[in-house]
């Protein structure tokens, strides 16, 4: 996982309210066991349409998503945000994200800001108006600015860590090696050994 501290970057409006998993990322590329390469089907159907954001010049290269109301509701599928990551994202803001992919979004260190909907709007207007529009998010700070819209976004200080130091699941339970070392020495024989 990669460390984020600081995102500057132009901004990709997504202004729709409740995109789900399933238009993140349609159920037919689900099968497959890797990681990568999910970005050339990020809404997959949505991208049909010459006019869909993901498609226009103005927006190629932007590190943060910026989404309408109830981002990523629907079934619990780790590769609605491993496509987000693997098109290029960093960031996505919207007012509010469905926990379980929240979760996942932290887990591979894709940063879900939740902002008012004032402060959405507000960004909705800057990129319409100038697609060029740059947003400097800071981890650290926990803070969002772009212009005169200036907001601090709510992170744990764990998945503040985690997305900091780009720590997953497996660098943190490596972290415990001489606990877990410790625990398997300290049983009895005939009980199992942790590999």
């Known amino acids: 996982m990669k460390k984020i501290n600081d995102i500057s970057s132009t901004m990709l409006p997504l202004n729709m309210s409740n995109v789900d998993t399933d238009q993140i990322m349609p159920k037919q590329f689900l099968k497959r ?9 990020l809404f997959f159907d949505w991208k049909k349409d010459p006019d869909f954001s ?9 590190k943060v998503l910026v989404a309408g109301d109830n981002f990523g509701t629907g079934s619990s599928r780790e590769h609605a945000p491993w496509g987000l990551q693997d098109w290029g994202f960093d960031a996505i803001i919207s007012t509010k994200f469905a926990d379980i992919f929240k979760l996942n979004s932290i887990n591979i260190g894709l940063l879900p800001i939740e ?15 100038d697609p060029s529009t740059n947003i400097q998010i800071s981890v650290n700070n926990k803070s969002v600015k772009c212009e005169e819209i200036e907001f601090m976004f709510d992170l ?22 001489s606990d877990i070392e410790n625990f398997n020495e300290s049983r009895k024989n005939w009980k199992p050994k942790l590999a």
């Open 54 to 62: 993901l498609n226009k010049k103005e927006y190629q290269g932007s």
């Open 156 to 177: 744990d200080d764990f998945s503040q860590k985690r997305i900091l130091e780009g720590l997953d699941k497996i660098d943190i339970t490596l972290d415990y090696m």
């Open 115 to 129: 902002a008012s909907l004032q402060n959405v709007e507000g960004l909705f207007e800057k990129i319409e108006k």
């Open 33 to 41: 066991v890797e990681r990568s390469g999910y970005g050339e089907f």
